[in-house]
């Protein structure tokens, strides 16, 4: 989806009295500095006011702190505040969403920037084919409309693809030998190079946590993805995940004030480590859980 340059601010916005009772409060002009970051990166993303790296893939927490250049606190405190104030919404999967975006953004030239970039793109991609075909496409006055360029490239086109079926298969055949070997190519150079992207088993680990913690969380969820990933990164693997899950079933499934943490922020967060290494210990209750204070 394409870019836009500018996202439309009021010049009444500080008058605003959300805004008056955040820039009030602890940490409230980088509050308010973080909103307005948040509507750019809203603008980038140019869908409704939505905020995410990619479709299924939202900005964590740590990734904004980064990206603003802000403590992790002050995000944190910033998301928390602005979504009180109902100015963002976030959905299940961490996806950001702009409350009432139109007031933000002129969503009718968005369409209309959406379309004009549709056109030229299409535009772009008929005169390359129509210049592959042979077609003079930059000699002055040659035409600009999508239509003409389409009915073009049909009329130069089609002789072209009247293959015979054992042609038509060869042809294919070669283009996906090519194709093949440039992905082996590649992938040698990322292994050789250390770029090889690491398999990570997202729903093997999901899946064994459902069936010990009787729970029904999804593997495809970006935050959990994203600490799984964390671990991975540490060097920890699918057995080290097991065993976490395993000690942890053990000592909070059957315990009604701890068995609600039995979810991968718990599980798979910063004190992974810690419980891996943690001795099972026999019997049910009497468990200190100090060292829970965190998720509390």
Not at 250 to 267: A, Q
Request: proline share 2%.
């Amino acid at each position: 989806m394409a870019d836009i340059k500018w996202i439309k601010l009021s010049v009444e916005m500080f008058d605003d009295e959300k805004i008056k009772l955040i820039r009030s409060m602890p940490e409230g002009n980088a509050i308010i500095v973080v909103w307005i970051q948040l509507l750019s990166l809203a603008g980038k993303t140019n869908d409704s006011g939505m905020i995410y790296i990619a479709r299924h893939m939202a900005y964590s927490e740590e990734m904004l702190a980064t990206i603003f250049n802000h403590p992790l606190n002050v995000i944190r405190l910033a998301l928390q505040t602005l979504q009180s104030f109902g100015l963002i919404e976030v959905n299940p999967e961490g996806v950001i969403n702009i409350s009432n975006w139109e007031k933000h953004q002129s969503t009718d030239k968005m369409a209309r920037m959406k379309e004009q970039a549709r056109i030229r793109q299409q535009k772009h991609y008929y005169r390359n084919r129509l210049r592959e075909l042979g077609v003079n496409v930059d000699e002055e006055g040659f035409t600009d409309d999508l239509d003409k360029l389409k009915e073009l490239f049909n009329e130069h086109e089609e002789p072209n693809v009247r293959q015979t079926l054992p042609n038509a298969l060869e042809v294919r055949s070669k283009k996906e030998e090519v194709r093949s070997k440039k992905i082996e190519d590649r992938s040698k150079k990322d292994i050789l190079s250390g770029k090889a992207e690491l398999y990570i088993p997202f729903q093997e680990i999901v899946e064994y946590l459902n069936e010990k913690a009787e729970t029904k969380y999804r593997h495809t969820g970006s935050k959990t993805q994203a600490l799984i990933k964390a671990r991975y990164s540490e060097g920890f693997n699918l057995d080290d995940f097991k065993k976490v899950i395993d000690i942890k079933v053990n000592e909070w499934l059957n315990d009604k004030s701890m068995n609600k943490y039995l979810r991968p922020e718990t599980l798979f967060g910063t004190k992974f480590e810690s419980y891996l290494n943690q001795k099972q210990k026999g019997g049910s209750g009497g468990y200190d859980t100090s060292e829970y204070d965190d998720f509390f």
